[in-house]
């Protein structure tokens, strides 16, 4: 537990520049500025994101959580997959842009579902 604020602050660091990342190409592709992909803003999030997961893993790792005991974690990690596969479905060109703005909506929820979970650790459904 020696380190554990550091990576928690190290996490939630690479949380808000990840949300800050996915906004930044949200607003680029709708202002009709698709030359991101081309720039290091291509394969920066994914650094960034990689971060973000190895730390939320030492988070488990070095603390007191586990994602089938603790709800908010459990369904974090849920969350995240949803947030992961709308989020390309949100930045893929190929796909049409009705269903890359559901894509993006659906994404958007999951991460304020992500940091809400985070945040407020509510117990979601009483088992006893
Ligand atoms: C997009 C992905 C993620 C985001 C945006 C995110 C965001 C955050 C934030 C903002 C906090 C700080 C909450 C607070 O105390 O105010 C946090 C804490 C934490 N996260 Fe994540 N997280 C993500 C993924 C994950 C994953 C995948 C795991 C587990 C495998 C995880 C495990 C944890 C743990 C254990 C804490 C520490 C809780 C505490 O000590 O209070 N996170 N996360």
Redesign the pocket.
């Known amino acids: 537990m020696e380190y ?1 604020l550091q990576v ?1 602050q190290l ?2 660091f690479c ?2 520049l ?2 800050g990342l996915f906004i930044a190409r949200l607003l680029l592709d709708m202002a009709g500025k698709p030359g991101w992909r081309q720039s290091p803003a291509r394969y920066l999030p994914h650094i960034n994101d990689s971060l ?2 190895t730390l ?2 030492t ?2 790792a070095i ?1 007191p ?1 586990q ?1 089938f005991v603790h709800q908010w ?1 459990g369904f ?2 849920l969350l ?1 997959l949803g ?1 992961i596969a709308f989020g390309i479905g949100a930045l893929k060109p190929s796909l049409a842009a009705p269903t890359r703005t559901v894509c993006a909506l659906l994404a958007l929820a999951q ?1 304020g579902g ?2 809400y979970l ?2 407020f ?1 509510p117990v979601l459904f009483s088992l006893s």
């Open positions: 554990y928690k996490h939630m949380a808000y990840s949300a973000l997961l939320a893993f988070l488990l603390g959580w994602p974690l974090k990690i995240l947030y991460l992500i940091f985070a945040r650790k």
